[in-house]
């Protein structure tokens, strides 16, 4: 350090692709060592400097460049971090690792839960659509699509079908014991699905597009002897969107839908007929919306940072909040009784509403990014929240009285 002349530099013939990320020293058995991480993802004890760094034979390749590498009291164990946001626990001795924890690494879109199911719940993004266990927290399943990213996703009523809306125009549906492909619907819209939506019968798809038009597709399953066979055809295509579809709403008569729209409008389809039954218009980019249980009243947010209540049958509106001072207002979902409903957007928070009275009762931190859906669970019991940053956090339910919550 005196001199400032370079001592020593190494691998001499093998060097690290794509960079060295990461870098920690260890001593074992008086000996010093190093643990390096590539930007390739290989992980490899290297010897000392007077061996010129030459790399041993205890070397990983790991899903995803190395990004963090920390030792566990003297290095018997120590924990290494990836750019996929996965965690692993390695043994210095034997060399080996388990995956402690993963998670998305780049921006959640959506998020589902099975229907009257708590105890699962499935996350869409970049690449892929995961199936997550709600109370241990562990990843269950994963579906991979390479190159694309799932905008919205749906599951079947009776959880046979998971149905997903790809920026490749396609509409793909796995099977969520394999994740395989069941059958995928081919240039459905020419800009990208950007939502989607499961009939109650299962028989239908509802889809939206980033040109701004909404289809709706039949699926008829037929049985051979090896297998299933699935056919889809175009029933209606409505046309009177001028912007990004961004959300669809399915009613729970199952007669309406209502479709979202960064035109500016909000409107709600009779799905017998395939005509509108009302329309919206604001001076914003709708994000999402939310229908009443009891089908004679709606809630929107967009860009304008408000909440608006809206009559169904004819569109009027009844009353508008403010919902945030800054960002666009992008999730929402009401409780089944009607008396809560929860938002989040680009402020970072979520915040848990009174429908009637319009205030805020619990506002959650924890977002490190704008909020991109939220969700009630269909016991009521806890919400989860997903944000561009990549997160899910998981939020005790404020809807429970405290004598519930101890039981």
């Not at 879109?109 to 927290?137: M, Q």
């Not at 408000?306 to 207002?329: F, H, M, P």
């Not at 009607?338 to 319009?358: A, N, R």
């Amino acid at each position: 350090m005196k001199t400032a002349i370079l001592v020593s530099i190494g691998p001499p013939k093998k060097i690290f692709s794509m960079g060295v990320k990461s870098l920690c020293h260890i001593t074992t058995g008086g000996q010093l060592q190093y643990l390096v991480g590539a930007g390739d993802g290989t992980l490899s004890i290297v010897k000392d400097r007077h061996s010129k760094f030459q790399q041993t034979k205890n070397c990983v390749k790991l899903n995803g460049s190395i990004t963090s590498i920390s030792l566990r009291g003297p290095g018997h164990q120590f924990f290494v971090g990836t750019s996929c946001s996965n965690i692993y626990r390695f043994n210095f001795a034997e060399f080996s690792c388990i995956l402690l924890n993963t998670g998305h690494s780049s921006s959640i879109n959506d998020i589902i839960f099975p229907h009257e199911t708590a105890d699962l719940f499935l996350t869409c993004g970049k690449e892929e659509i995961r199936v997550w266990h709600a109370s241990s927290e562990k990843e269950m399943l994963r579906i991979t699509v390479s190159n694309m990213t799932c905008n919205a996703l749906d599951i079947s009523r009776d959880g046979s079908i998971i149905i997903s809306a790809w920026n490749d125009g396609r509409i793909r549906a796995h099977y969520p014991e394999t994740g395989k492909l069941m059958y995928q619907i081919e240039n459905a819209h020419n800009r990208g699905v950007t939502s989607i939506a499961f009939s109650a019968d299962s028989n239908r798809i509802i889809s939206g597009g980033g040109e701004g038009q909404v289809r709706v597709w039949r699926i008829e399953i037929g049985n051979t002897y090896t297998k299933d066979i699935f056919k889809t055809s175009l029933i209606e295509s409505m046309k009177e969107h001028k912007g990004c579809v961004t959300q669809i709403k399915l009613f729970p008569n199952g007669i309406q839908c209502v479709s979202v729209s960064t035109d500016g409008t909000c409107i709600i389809w009779n799905l017998e007929n395939y005509q509108r039954d009302a329309v919206i218009f604001a001076n914003t980019l709708f994000q999402c919306a939310c229908i009443y249980p009891d089908n004679c009243q709606i809630i929107t947010s967009g860009t304008d940072r408000n909440v608006a209540y809206w009559e169904v049958t004819d569109g009027t509106q009844i009353r508008e909040l403010e919902a945030a001072k800054s960002g666009s207002v992008n999730a929402m979902d009401i409780s089944k009784d009607g008396k809560y409903f929860i938002t989040g957007g680009g402020d970072h928070l979520i915040k848990v509403w009174l429908y009637e009275e319009g205030i805020v009762t619990h506002i959650g931190v924890g977002h490190g990014g704008s909020i991109k859906r939220v969700k009630i669970s269909p016991d009521q019991t806890y919400m989860i929240s997903v944000g561009e940053e990549g997160a899910i956090l998981r939020w005790l339910s404020p809807f429970l009285t405290e004598s519930s919550k101890s039981t």
